[in-house]
């Protein structure tokens, strides 16, 4: 099977605009899960969707949001950028959620100037 | 807070010699536990995990770890190095309890000399 796949790679924004990176999970796979990582903050689970819903939700301001579309695939979209939101996001994937055992794609390196 | 602590930021061993990583996490059930491995410029691949049962749990690439109830510890074990092993080494907990969440040590920083 393939892998989790994520678009883009590397990504430059400009403070205060908006970015969406993409996930495409496993092949069977209906949970998706993103994550942020920081060398400060190291790495911090945003959110977790299964089968089109939102099931878990880390500590993580309203700007940060999610989706699921019915083929399992997930975008994250970050709102008004701030430089802190620099990070590379990592998208796993899961047969049946994020407590158990996960796949991770490559990541989404964000940087915002 | 709920928590997961691993000790050493960084740990240099000789190609061979054998390997322990620490990690400690404060939970008042037993949570799933999981090792995860970072090469630079990758994303995470599991090396396993804990949910229940037996104690010392096997891995892949000769990895192994043993869950201590008492220590609330989950180190991870290799009796011998080898230098495509250097790496960055997360645990990471599960829980259940207080609502789904999920947490990842610092990491730990392995570097492998020959």
């Known amino acids: 099977k393939a892998g989790v796949t994520q678009t883009p790679r590397y990504l430059i924004k400009t403070r205060g605009q908006q970015v969406t990176l993409s996930c495409s999970p496993i092949s069977g796979h209906r949970s998706v899960s993103w994550y942020q990582q920081t060398p400060g903050q190291g790495l911090q689970f945003l959110f977790e969707y299964f089968s089109e819903t939102q099931r878990n939700k880390g500590n993580f301001p309203g700007r940060f949001s999610g989706r699921q579309f019915s083929n399992s695939r997930s975008e994250m979209n970050v709102s008004t950028l701030e430089l802190g939101d620099s990070a590379l996001y990592l998208c796993?994937?899961?047969?049946?959620?994020?407590?158990?055992?996960?796949?991770f794609g490559p990541g989404t390196r964000l940087t915002v100037t | 807070a709920q928590s997961v602590t691993q000790p050493d930021i960084h740990i240099t061993v000789s190609e061979g010699a054998s390997l322990e990583l620490r990690c400690n996490y404060s939970?008042?059930?037993?949570?799933?536990l999981f090792w995860y491995v970072q090469s630079p410029g990758q994303g995470l691949q599991l090396l396993l995990k804990y949910f229940s049962g037996d104690t010392l749990v096997q891995g892949i690439k000769g990895f192994e770890a043993e869950f201590k109830r008492s220590q609330s510890s989950f180190n991870l074990r290799k009796p011998s190095v080898h230098w495509s092993d250097a790496a960055e080494y997360f645990c990471?907990?599960?829980?259940?309890?207080?609502?789904?969440?999920?947490?990842f040590g610092t990491g730990t920083s392995l570097t492998v000399i020959p």
């Open positions: 796993a994937s899961s047969e049946t959620g994020f407590l158990y055992e996960q796949y």
């Open positions: 990471a907990v599960g829980e259940g309890n207080t609502g789904n969440q999920f947490y």
């Open positions: 939970y008042g059930a037993t949570p799933y």
